[in-house]
């Protein structure tokens, strides 16, 4: 299907208009459409070409989520932090079961290895918790393979004994995560799905202004790259 053209899309009215067709946006125009809204999506490049093509393409389960900052007792002090950060780790190990379970064909298992030294803020049954809070707030089909190495033994591990000061290591604890291949294949997936809704979307059409309208509507200026895109 060719993209539609520029001077279409003149005085066209969308519910939203997602500037930027990296995995972020094109997910949030996929997920629009989904819900009914009319959606206008663009990107001033190609689809997932910027950050998303060049990021670690982790699949985090959220285990930063659950780190309270200098103390355990920041979230005892602010719980709505607290509230926060479990929900956001909940949302991690959702989105990590789905991608896997949907594309297991672009995901890559790795084993991580954490090391806890004897200076460090974070003691092993701390870690232990915050393995076990996110397997709490996981689906449970994919899971962590959580498991708290001795320090004594984690030396013998590959790659492990080449770790600054080996001799205070308390502990290393080992999970699971997953890295996803070709994150533009991902966004590219996720822009057709859009468009398959009922999105507009148009690459190499960067947004040159944006003005704010009587009506509280904001007005965007695209410049479409002619003999470019899709």
């Not at 200076?119 to 701390?126: G, H, L, R, S, V």
């Amino acid at each position: 299907m060719p993209r539609s053209k520029l001077e279409n899309l003149d005085g066209q009215a969308f519910d939203v208009a997602v500037i930027g067709a990296g995995l972020n946006g094109a997910s949030a125009a996929q997920h629009l459409a989904a819900a009914g809204y009319t959606v206008l999506l663009v990107d001033k490049g190609d689809y997932a070409s910027g950050s998303s093509s060049r990021s670690t393409r982790i699949l985090s389960g959220g285990i930063r989520y659950p780190a309270p900052g200098d103390s355990m007792w920041e979230f005892a002090r602010h719980p709505s932090q607290l509230a926060t950060a479990l929900s956001m780790a909940k949302q991690a190990m959702t989105t990590r079961s789905q991608f896997v379970n949907t594309t297991p064909e672009r995901a890559r298992k790795l084993t991580f290895c954490f090391p806890i030294y004897k200076t460090d803020a974070f003691k092993p049954w701390q870690v232990r918790l915050a393995f076990k809070l996110l397997e709490m707030l996981g689906p449970g089909d994919i899971p962590l393979d959580f498991e708290m190495v001795p320090g004594t033994t984690a030396t013998k591990l590959p790659l492990v004994k080449w770790l600054r000061n080996p001799e205070d290591l308390t502990a290393a604890a080992l999970f699971r995560e997953y890295q996803f291949q070709w994150p533009e294949r991902v966004g590219i997936d996720a822009v057709l799905d859009a468009e398959r809704m009922g999105a507009v979307v148009r690459n190499y059409t960067p947004v040159t202004g944006m003005a704010r309208e009587g009506d509280g509507r904001w007005a965007l200026d695209p410049v479409g790259c002619l003999g470019r895109g899709r």
